[in-house]
């Protein structure tokens, strides 16, 4: 997983072939299939482990701020962060909805983001910071933000500039919902 995710960042997935991978890894194609029924189910992994470390490390960024409404633009800035991430570019934003689809790209997503910020956005209208309204809707509509804002920064020609006006975006979204 370690040199097919090296690979993949270095070139994406359609330019590296699992010829390449085994040989890089050192490992028989046999090893391969043993452990990963093709490409894709390969990728699927290596999707999955840098995609939960992006998240990660953003949900520990949100967990430091001593405020739900803190919490959530900490969070914001560490997934834009993250967007920033040459593998994160590659693995996450531009290869995985092509190879695995934008239904299990997003189901994904829902599985390691959509929890937290959910419950970030819970506890912020519970203290006051956001005004009440239907939470369920209300997360799905913030970690649409949050994909959109990355995909922006991933496809742009400058990528810092971009992470810089998403995040200005996003701040004017949150404190549009402040109480």
Do not use: C, N
Request: overall charge negative; proline content about 4%.
């Amino acid at each position: 997983m370690a040199t097919a995710r090296a690979l993949w960042a270095e070139r994406g997935y359609a330019e590296v072939g699992t010829e390449e991978i085994v040989r890089t890894a050192g490992v028989t194609r046999g090893a391969l299939y043993h452990q990963f029924a093709d490409k894709r189910d390969l990728f699927r992994a290596v999707f999955q482990e840098v995609d939960s470390e992006a998240v990660a490390r953003a949900e520990r960024r949100a967990l430091a701020a001593d405020e739900p409404l803190g919490s959530l633009r900490a969070g914001v800035t560490g997934w834009l962060e993250a967007a920033t991430d040459p593998e994160v570019q590659r693995i996450v934003l531009l290869d995985a909805p092509a190879v695995l689809g934008w239904e299990e790209w997003r189901a994904f997503g829902e599985q390691t983001a959509l929890a937290f910020i959910t419950g970030t956005l819970a506890a912020a209208m519970e203290s006051g910071a956001i005004r009440r309204q239907p939470l369920p809707a209300l997360g799905h509509i913030v970690v649409g933000a949050l994909d959109e804002a990355a995909l922006f920064i991933a496809r742009a020609e400058d990528p810092p500039a971009a992470r810089e006006e998403s995040e200005a975006v996003l701040a004017g979204l949150l404190d549009g919902l402040a109480s």
